[in-house]
Structures are given as structure tokens and as C-alpha cells.
């Protein structure tokens, strides 16, 4: 018997089942979101704002709250501060000369997967201690390398000093004979070079007044990672409250025309528990 090309492509479907697949009446439900936390990485602008001990504190004036004669409750206030101060980003151009200001930094720099990097145990017996090369390999050797376009975060602990200025910064005073008073750990500049030789990270913050450790006068660590277009975050909130890895952080900031830095909100999505 002689099978012609739609005889056999026939039986080949009948073999399979008895022809096409017909199509179902069911609608597939689409996958539930993985449920996920909202960690608050940021501290509220007020009297106690932490302010670099040469800034302009952070100030917030009433203009008018309470009745308006028109019969419906009004309120508006002033507010004013330095860029840098409180939970706040510095932008590649606050220590390299024509990088990035504050409202050209991609988006895509300030969202992504986050990593934390926790140093308390060193810092707590040494509040000068600075986040070292080391410090980064041991992390990657129980998590693996550190992925392009990671937020790297640094928990150094001080976060539980915050705002008490004496505590967090070394020093309650105020004015340049406050700045050789400063104490509190940092990126060591080493590392930060590492960082922008060896991994392609989009942003690194701390939980600290700066990238750079108090003591610091040439302030290495940030022309290392700026002149390299990788803005800071200084200042962060609640970062005992991150896992080591496995979050995704976005960070946003005031967007200042030609700013330096300013004011940041900064939050993370944990997986839930």
C-alpha cells in the first residue's frame, strides 16, 4: 500500500493521541507574588537629624497649621539642611570632578539586589575599624561573589548609637575643631579600590556618617568609588534588620538639579519568614 504525505502525517497524529491538542476551557491562575517585607532604611528628618559637625543642621518652620479663615484645616511648613546629613546619597560628583550629580544618576544604579556585609563584631571592639579586602573575600566565601550590578550595604552596628551625635560620630561638638573628634569605622580605601577593579557594584551604603572612616582627612575611599560613577549612601537605617543576601533595596533621592547629594529614601524587600 502506497501512503501519501497527509495519509501518513494521519496515522502519525492518531499514534499520538488522536490529532491536535485541543485547546482547554480552564484559564491558568497566574503565580502569586512571593510575599515580602518592607524594611524602612531610613531615618526621619527632625531636631536630631545627624548632620555631618560642619553642615547645616536640618531645619522645619511653620508657616501655618490649624483653621484656615475659610473654614478647612490647612498645613504647611518650611523646611531647610544641608545635602548631607540624615539618610542621605552622595552623589559620584561630591569627590570626582564631572561625574555624576545627584539627578543623573541612572535609576537602574539606585534598584537591585542587595548584599549586606556585617562587620559589627570587629567594629564594636574597634570604632575605628575599617571594612577590609578580607572582610569581602570571607563574605563571598560563604555567598559567593558579589554579582555586577549589586547594592552593597555595610553594617558596621553604630546604627544603634544614632542620633546620639556623642556616641555615633565620636563627638557632640560642632564646627571644624569637631572634625578631630570624629570617630567611626569605614570602607578601608583598599577595599573600595577592590570593589571598582574586581566587581561591577552599582551603589554602597553604611550605617555610619560616612563611606570613609572618621579619622579619615584625604578621604580615599569615596574619590576610589566616585571618580568611578558608584554614589554612596551614608547614614542607613535598620540594617540589622537585613539578611546577608537575598533582598532587593531601592533607593531614591531627592532629585536636586546639580546637587551633590540629598536627602535619600532608601527601603528593602525581604522575603518573608
Known amino acids: 500500500m502506497r501512503l501519501t504525505t497527509l495519509s ?3 496515522l502519525l497524529l492518531s499514534a499520538c493521541g488522536g490529532g491536535a491538542a485541543q485547546p482547554s476551557n480552564e484559564t491558568a491562575e497566574p503565580a502569586a507574588p512571593a510575599a515580602t517585607e ?7 528628618f527632625d531636631e536630631n537629624t545627624v548632620y555631618w559637625v560642619t553642615a547645616e543642621t536640618f531645619k522645619h518652620e511653620k508657616v501655618f497649621e490649624g483653621q484656615n479663615p475659610n473654614g478647612f484645616f490647612y498645613s504647611a511648613y518650611n523646611y531647610a539642611g544641608a545635602e548631607h546629613g540624615g539618610t542621605h546619597i552622595d552623589s559620584p560628583v561630591h569627590f570626582a570632578e564631572g ?3 545627584v539627578n543623573e544618576i541612572p535609576l537602574e544604579k539606585l534598584i537591585g539586589a542587595g548584599f549586606k556585609v556585617d562587620i559589627s563584631s570587629k567594629a564594636g ?4 575599624y575599617l571594612v577590609s579586602v578580607a572582610d569581602l573575600e570571607n563574605w563571598e566565601k560563604r555567598n559567593g561573589r558579589i554579582p555586577d550590578g ?3 550595604l555595610l553594617q558596621t552596628g553604630f546604627g544603634k548609637f544614632y542620633p546620639d551625635a556623642e556616641k555615633y560620630l565620636g563627638t557632640a561638638e560642632r564646627g571644624e575643631e569637631a572634625v578631630k573628634k570624629l570617630s567611626f569605622p569605614g570602607l578601608d580605601p583598599a577595599a573600595a579600590k577592590w570593589l571598582v577593579e574586581n566587581r561591577k557594584i552599582n551603589a554602597v551604603g553604611i550605617d555610619t556618617a560616612s ?3 572618621g579619622k579619615s582627612e584625604t578621604f580615599e575611599s569615596h574619590v576610589a568609588l566616585m571618580t568611578n560613577d558608584v554614589p554612596a549612601f551614608e547614614n542607613v537605617a535598620n540594617l540589622d534588620r537585613l539578611p546577608e543576601k537575598g533582598f532587593r533595596i ?4 531627592m ?5 551633590s547629594g540629598g536627602p535619600l529614601r532608601i527601603i528593602a524587600e525581604v522575603p518573608s519568614k
Open 255 to 259: 532629585k536636586i538639579k546639580n546637587g
Open 211 to 213: 563611606i570613609d572612616r
Open 150 to 152: 549589586a547594592i552593597l
Open 38 to 44: 518592607i524594611v524602612d532604611l531610613t531615618y526621619p
Open 250 to 253: 531601592i533607593a531614591l533621592p
Open 8 to 10: 501518513l502525517l494521519a
Open 99 to 101: 561625574k555624576l550629580r
Open 125 to 128: 571592639s574597634d570604632r575605628d
